[in-house]
């Protein structure tokens, strides 16, 4: 195996909360009165719950102050966190359950690297809490993705080098915190599109001919 270990990213590579994510903040967005959609959804990828608001009230013309920054922040998270109770194993899919299970079987140590407070309620509510060998999200980083911190974290917890590591992320932010860590990247989904990681993966199953080493889904 070229890497000791992979880091997932987890909203967006394991499972979508995407679509959560966005019925939540237009919920806030039309409550404060200001301009969202789906392309503004996706500049909240890999960002943490404040910097999001920051971005949804870059099209709002008055100004917050810090308590109805944090009335909206929290709100938003309840919203979430009840949308959250829909998902169950069935959320994961069988390619990701089979992949995932061939890289353990071939020694790669497993890890989630993600921005989310709620990361290990989300492990929990698609029946992944006790599968990954660490897990680096929210609730143990000061600084969020495009910062290397949470993937350091990571590192830090498995035990294994950076240079060893790869990371699988969705988002942009996540793609540069890889690269800032000094760790290879394979990038799937809305992140193909920058060109910045190493890999673009058109399937996450494509991760085994990583792991293989043929070196077919690079760039
Ligand atoms: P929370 P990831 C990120 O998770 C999401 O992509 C991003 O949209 C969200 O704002 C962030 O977590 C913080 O989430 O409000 O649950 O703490 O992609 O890094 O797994
Ligand atoms: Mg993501």
Same mark, same amino acid.
């Given at each position: 195996?070229?890497?000791?270990?992979?880091?997932?990213?987890?909203?967006?590579?394991?499972?979508?909360?995407?679509?959560?994510?966005?019925?939540?903040?237009?919920?806030?967005?039309?409550?404060?009165?200001?301009?969202? $959609?789906?392309?503004?959804?996706?500049?909240?990828?890999?960002?943490?719950?404040?910097?999001?608001?920051?971005?949804?009230?870059?099209?709002?013309?008055?100004?917050?102050?810090? $308590?109805?920054?944090?009335?909206?922040?929290?709100?938003?998270?309840?919203?979430?966190?009840?949308?959250?109770?829909?998902?169950?194993?069935?959320?994961?899919?069988?390619?990701?359950?089979?992949?995932?299970?061939?890289?353990?079987?071939?020694?790669?140590?497993?890890?989630?690297?993600?921005?989310?407070?709620?990361?290990?309620a989300?492990?929990?509510?698609?029946?992944?809490?006790?599968?990954?060998d660490?897990?680096?999200d929210?609730?143990?980083?000061?600084?969020?993705?495009?910062?290397?911190?949470?993937?350091?974290?990571?590192?830090?917890?498995?035990?294994? $080098?950076?240079?060893?590591?790869?990371?699988?992320?969705?988002?942009?932010?996540?793609?540069?915190?890889?690269?800032?860590?000094?760790?290879?990247c394979?990038?799937?989904?809305?992140?193909?599109?920058?060109?910045?990681?190493?890999?673009?993966?058109?399937?996450?199953?494509?991760?085994l001919?990583?792991?293989?080493?043929?070196?077919?889904?690079?760039?």
């Amino acid at each position: 195996m070229k890497y000791q270990a992979i880091i997932f990213d987890l909203d967006g590579v394991i499972c979508h909360t995407d679509q959560y994510h966005y019925l939540a903040w237009k919920q806030i967005a039309d409550e404060i009165g200001v301009y969202f $959609d789906e392309q503004i959804n996706n500049r909240l990828r890999g960002v943490s719950r404040r910097e999001s608001l920051e971005i949804i009230l870059e099209a709002y013309p008055g100004r917050l102050t810090e $308590d109805e920054k944090t009335y909206y922040t929290e709100k938003k998270n309840g919203l979430y966190r009840s949308l959250l109770q829909n998902m169950s194993p069935a959320d994961v899919t069988a390619e990701v359950r089979e992949t995932l299970d061939q890289l353990r079987a071939q020694g790669v140590l497993l890890a989630i690297g993600s921005s989310s407070k709620n990361a290990k309620a989300i492990l929990k509510q698609i029946g992944l809490e006790d599968y990954f060998d660490a897990v680096s999200d929210g609730t143990n980083i000061t600084q969020s993705k495009p910062d290397p911190e949470v993937f350091l974290k990571a590192s830090q917890f498995l035990g294994v $080098d950076p240079q060893h590591c790869l990371v699988v992320e969705d988002a942009r932010s996540g793609v540069e915190a890889a690269l800032a860590a000094n760790m290879d990247c394979a990038a799937i989904g809305d992140a193909t599109k920058y060109n910045l990681a190493r890999y673009n993966l058109q399937r996450f199953s494509d991760l085994l001919q990583i792991s293989h080493g043929d070196g077919s889904c690079g760039r």
